[in-house]
């Protein structure tokens, strides 16, 4: 008599952020080339595994106005799964206000910043991970995030910031919990190339608060 199989042991299923980008990169079944096809298999893998997104009033603002026609059915399955978990992100004046202050943060980075903090709020209320291949953001707070005793690197040093487009497999592995989170996705890393793959918003090169 064969010996009997273990039991698989399930996955822990994590609460997502998904930005707009994503949501509007996606392309359908028959799309091959890197962005549309990676963003649309990160949404599918969302789908398919185990795992739920967090969805904040402005986040389904934005997504009503950039998604694609893959976005919007995965949508609706989503819904139709019960995988879509609503909450209400805190103000996040204190962070928006210390990165401000930061000598090394542009005018057009902080703006970059204050137009999609929902994501950082949205992630300080589920499990503390963005999947967006705009890296503005991300850029502007690991800038500030080089000085610990920041309110913001305090606050959102241990969020992962996940390029899907970029990191398409390591992404799959992590979601599959078959790899690590990297940890190169932590905003509180500060070794992030000068030129990244997706949108950024320029170069690291100063420290430091005015």
Not at 14 to 25: G, N, P
Not at 27 to 49: N, Q, S
Request: glycine share 4%.
């Amino acid at each position: 008599m064969p010996p009997a199989r273990a039991p698989r042991k399930a996955r822990t299923s994590k609460l997502l952020v998904v930005d707009a980008s994503v949501m509007a990169a996606a392309g359908g079944e028959a799309a091959t080339d890197p962005t549309p096809a990676h963003a649309r298999d990160a949404l599918k893998a969302i789908l398919t595994i185990c795992h739920k997104v967090c969805l904040s009033p402005e986040l389904s603002d934005e997504w009503k106005r950039h998604q694609s026609r893959f976005a919007r059915r995965w949508l609706t399955q989503m819904y139709a799964a019960r995988k879509v978990i609503v909450r209400e992100p805190p103000a996040c004046h204190e962070i928006l206000a210390d990165i401000r202050a930061f000598h090394a943060i542009t005018q057009a980075e902080f703006a970059a910043v204050e137009k999609d903090i929902h994501l950082i709020a949205a992630a300080l209320v589920s499990d503390r991970a963005v999947l967006s291949w705009d890296h503005r953001v991300a850029i502007a707070i690991r800038k500030v995030c080089v000085d610990q005793t920041t309110v913001t690197s305090k606050s959102v040093s241990h969020v992962l910031w996940i390029d899907p487009i970029a990191d398409r497999d390591a992404l799959y592995a992590w979601l599959s919990e078959n790899g690590p989170a990297r940890a190169s996705w932590q905003l509180g890393v500060t070794a992030l190339p000068a030129t990244v793959t997706g949108r950024s918003g320029g170069r690291s090169t100063q420290r430091g608060r005015r």
